[in-house]
T-cell receptor
Framework: AQKVTQAQTEISVVEKEDVTLDCVYETRDTTYYLFWYKQPPSGELVFLIRRNSFDEQNEISGRYSWNFQKSTSSFNFTITASQVVDSAVYFCALSEADNAGNMLTFGGGTRLMVKP | DSGVTQTPKHLITATGQRVTLRCSPRSGDLSVYWYQQSLDQGLQFLIQYYNGEERAKGNILERFSAQQFPDLHSELNLSSLELGDSALYFC????????????FGPGTRLLVL
């Protein structure tokens, strides 16, 4: 069965620091999809990125970057020069291709607090 | 704004009651998903519908049921409510391709007293 682990439950940084959020996943499938979502204090879930298992290229989007390593089953998320607006709970999620549907299995989330 | 709408935003009810949560997917999306977010269980998948038919089922209680209507909106019905059903219920939708990204609505916060 699939599983996603976010070992860091809470991280606190000072503005402008870089921070990395860890995500480790377990799956028996060779084809799967990984996602990151952000949940700000207002409560909605905002999609950040999607990665399929055949694409190990790292991705950078502004201050955000993602490092996907199949060898360690990890999909880590780095925020460079963090800002107060980055304060949120971040979720990593997994979808397996073999599932009949498209359910997402979420990690427990990492609460990031960025202090001014 | 994801384009997914959910009503109501907040719901307060009593144990034993029944409530209906409503979701309208993004324009063109055929799949609708329901998730429950609670403090003890985290974010859990409940059920998925695709173009009116049930596609996948997760840890959904028998007291809960859902359906997707011809206009593609979906409703989640929760009955015989218990205190432990208090949670944030999310609806998400996705397009017609394989393993499309799910876009989430703002959620319905349910409080059972």
């Amino acid at each position: 069965a699939q599983k996603v682990t976010q070992a860091q439950t809470e991280i606190s940084v000072v503005e402008k620091e870089d921070v990395t959020l860890d995500c480790v996943y377990e799956t028996r499938d060779t084809t799967y999809y990984l996602f990151w979502y952000k949940q700000p204090p207002s409560g909605e879930l905002v999609f950040l990125i999607r990665r399929n298992s055949f694409d190990e290229q790292n991705e950078i989007s502004g201050r955000y970057s993602w490092n996907f390593q199949k060898s360690t089953s990890s999909f880590n998320f780095t925020i460079t020069a963090s800002q107060v607006v980055d304060s949120a709970v971040y979720f990593c999620a997994l979808s397996e291709a073999d599932n009949a549907g498209n359910m997402l299995t979420f990690g427990g989330g990492t609460r990031l607090m960025v202090k001014p | 704004d994801s384009g997914v709408t959910q009503t109501p935003k907040h719901l307060i009810t009593a144990t034993g009651q029944r409530v209906t949560l409503r979701c309208s997917p993004r324009s063109g999306d055929l799949s609708v998903y329901w998730y429950q977010q609670s403090l003890d269980q985290g974010l859990q998948f409940l059920i998925q519908y695709y173009n009116g038919e049930e596609r996948a089922k997760g840890n959904i209680l028998e007291r809960f049921s859902a359906q997707q209507f011809p206009d593609l909106h979906s409703e989640l019905n929760l009955s015989s409510l218990e205190l432990g059903d208090s949670a944030l219920y999310f609806c998400a939708s996705s397009g017609t391709g394989e393993r499309e990204t799910q876009y989430f609505g703002p959620g319905t916060r349910l409080l059972v007293l």
